[in-house]
């Protein structure tokens, strides 16, 4: 059982993220558009086992966000998220989204995501109780939650940290790549770190306004967990602070 959703009353359980060779079988899996609601929101809120693989991804995004081998075209990418130069404009049917000054600015941010996979495979997305009872082989947690809960889990995931940078990043990215690729690279570091995401403008439709995510490597949600009891959430002042905030 998640012990940190205990605490935190969650209203919406933990997703757990990992990849298999192929689609469980009875998984729903997702027919057009955007890979968040159809995969990590339809599992979170209604308990939805869901999956996809490279033929049931639609969107450039995922390709890198969850492991299906990587954006084919970055330059591409970096022209969409600053300014499609004027020769190149007709490629794009919006033209550029300004997120910064220039491609090259954006290619400085968009490097620092890892690409995994040759495309092959299938992501699942499960809630975490259920992945944890079946031992199933999970990479990644996330948590969607508002802002005070995502307060505390950040705390809770510096808790025993040693190390001085912080606990929690919030890189740019699209939504996908923020609860899995993002997060999973963390956990190949000595120091892993939280991801907050749900800061894809796009993506954000698809949640409530006051929700974000929080996503941590395995390895570091075991931590986490483990410290929970000996935290502050194991305190009353918590539950008066949790319903102050609510």
């Known amino acids: ?19 298999t060779d192929s689609i469980p079988e009875g998984a729903f899996v997702p027919s057009k558009g955007c890979s968040i609601p159809g995969l990590f929101v339809r599992c979170a809120r209604l308990g ?8 049931h991804i639609f969107c450039h995004g995922a390709l890198s966000g969850f492991g299906f081998g990587g954006i084919p075209d970055r330059e591409h990418s970096s022209w969409a998220a600053s300014d499609v130069p004027e020769d190149r404009k007709g490629e794009m049917k919006h033209g550029g989204k300004r997120h910064f000054a220039s491609p090259e600015i954006a290619t400085l941010q968009l490097n620092n995501i890892k690409d995994y996979g040759d495309g092959s495979g299938a992501i699942v997305f499960k809630r975490l109780d259920d992945a944890l009872a079946a031992g199933d082989p999970i990479e990644v947690v996330v948590y969607l939650a508002d802002p005070s809960r995502i307060s505390a889990l950040a705390q809770l995931a510096g808790f025993s940290r040693d190390a001085s940078d912080p606990a929690v990043v919030m890189p740019y990215g699209h939504a996908c790549q923020h609860i899995y690729a993002i997060p999973r690279a963390e956990g190949e570091s000595e120091h892993p770190r939280a ?8 993506a954000r439709r698809f949640v409530r ?14 931590r986490m967990a483990g410290d929970a ?12 602070t949790l319903d102050k905030c609510l």
């Open 48 to 55: 939805d086992v869901c999956a996809a693989d490279r033929e």
């Open 1 to 19: 059982m998640d012990e940190i959703a205990r605490y935190l009353r969650l209203e919406t359980p933990a997703v757990a993220v990992f990849r």
């Open 209 to 222: 306004p006051d929700e974000m995510t929080f996503a941590v490597p395995f390895g570091l949600y075991k």
């Open 229 to 240: 009891p000996k935290s502050f959430l194991a305190m009353d002042k918590w539950e008066e």
């Open 195 to 202: 991801v907050l995401g749900m800061t894809d403008m796009y």
